[in-house]
């Protein structure tokens, strides 16, 4: 029992560095300034997971979950 809560323990500590380096990298691709392809506006930004919206024109478009 003690063994298998520590091997466990091993491996949320990797996967928890592992995510964390990925999550650093989606969120500086989220945190990125967007040109609105249909009008050129800064307000295009994502919406939903998958959807990304352009404030000014309400031009929407299903993207990538954290890119376009
Ligand atoms: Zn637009």
């Given at each position: 029992?003690?063994?298998?809560?520590e091997s466990l323990k091993g491996l949320g500590a990797k996967y928890g560095a592992t995510l964390r380096r990925r999550y650093t990298k989606i969120y500086l691709m989220l945190?990125?300034?967007r040109n609105c392809p249909m009008c050129g506006s800064m307000r295009f930004k994502r919406e939903a997971?998958?959807?990304?919206?352009?404030d000014?024109?309400?031009y929407?478009?299903?993207g990538g979950a954290y890119d376009l």
């Open positions: 029992m003690k063994a298998k809560s945190k990125k300034r997971i998958g959807i990304w919206k352009c000014k024109c309400n929407k478009v299903a």
